[in-house]
């Protein structure tokens, strides 16, 4: 028999399983994916934490991601650098997210990094008429994106500064429940819900554990 190629200590195994949502086997299946993506660049000893990163084209191209508008936001908000080029913690940490076990309380503090386009930490008119743009796949009149954005800010602005903080973008879906406007409701709702878990064939296979605080 050959000797088994180590691609992850076992400390690090269990650093990744006490910190995401994954088991072994999907830690390194994910490894898998992250290699296939530049297998000149990606090394498969990890064992002395390469300083490696992968170019936010390549992971917006990924199957799981090219579909989703909001794809290149996704990946930068995972990204160390705030450019989209991830690690394999940063792909790891964006999948772990994305799985079903992560709870949409940690979801929702992703989905309000991805809608604060200007990275200003709050969610402004123009924020709001980019994430509306992207749901709708641009569908709306402008003032029809106008109007929804007004009306979002005025039903969740909490201390009325005219812009979103992150406890306002809490306050939106229960503010939406109370909404008499069933279109504007659903809309307001969506903008909750754009890190659902994929699903495409093959992002079952991640098991789901626990994430550390």
């Known amino acids: 028999m050959g000797n088994k190629q180590t691609i992850f200590t076992d400390e690090q195994l269990d650093a990744y399983q006490d910190c995401t949502f994954f088991a072994r086997k999907e830690i390194l299946r994910l490894h898998g994916r992250y290699h296939e993506l530049a297998p000149n660049l990606v090394p498969m000893d990890y064992t002395h934490e390469p300083d490696v990163k992968l170019p936010i084209q390549l992971i917006t191209n990924m199957p799981e991601l090219k579909e989703n508008p909001f794809r290149e936001r996704i990946v930068e908000a995972f990204s160390e650098d705030g450019q989209g080029n991830l690690s394999f ?125």
């Open 89 to 213: 913690n940063d792909f790891v940490d964006m999948f772990s997210v994305l799985s079903e076990m992560a709870p949409r309380e940690l979801k929702a503090i992703y989905a309000f990094k991805i809608y604060d386009f200007n990275t200003d930490n709050f969610i402004c008119k123009e924020d709001l008429e980019k994430t509306i743009n992207k749901l709708t796949r641009e569908e709306l009149a402008p003032e029809e994106v106008t109007l929804v954005c007004e009306k979002v800010i005025e039903e969740a602005d909490l201390d009325g500064d005219g812009k979103l903080a992150y406890p306002d973008f809490e306050n939106i879906k229960k503010r939406a429940s109370h909404n008499t406007d069933m279109s504007d409701r659903r809309l307001i709702l969506k903008t909750t819900c754009i890190l659902e878990p994929l699903k495409r064939e093959g992002t079952e296979m991640f098991e789901s554990k626990k994430r550390c605080s």
